[in-house]
C-alpha cells in the first residue's frame, strides 16, 4: 500500500477512460478547491497517467488499471464524481498535513 503525506502532494491527476466529460469537471473543481495549496491537478486517460503523478484520483472501477501504470503512486478511488467524501478527505490531508493512502 502506498502512502503519501498531504504537504507532499504537488501533482494530482484525474483518471478517465469512458470520455463522458465527467472527470473533466471533476478536475476543473479540485483545480480551484486545491489552487490554495499550490496543488497542480491535470486530466489524463487511466492508461496514460503520467509517472510524476503524486496522487491519483479515478473512478473505483478504474483502480486496477491506474495502479498498473504508476504502481509506487498512491491511487484513490471514488465512486461519485461530485460530492464524493474522498475528494473533502484528500483536501483535509493536502492542508492539514495528513497521511493518504490506497
Known sequence: MATIEGSAVKK????????????VLLTTQLK???APYDVTVEHAP????PADAD???CHAGLVGRARTRVPDT???GFQ???GDPV??????????GGT???
Not at 477512460?17 to 465527467?22: E, L, P, Q, V, Y
Not at 487511466?46 to 497517467?49: P, T, W, Y
Open 74 to 76: 498512491v491511487v484513490i
Open 46 to 49: 487511466v492508461d496514460r497517467v
Open 100 to 102: 493518504l493512502g490506497d
Open 12 to 23: 494530482v491527476v484525474v483518471a478517465c477512460d469512458a470520455g463522458m466529460g465527467s472527470s
Open 87 to 96: 475528494f473533502a478527505k484528500v483536501e483535509a490531508a493536502i492542508r492539514d
Open 80 to 82: 461519485m464524481f461530485l
Open 32 to 34: 480551484k478547491t486545491l
Open 55 to 57: 496522487l491519483v484520483l
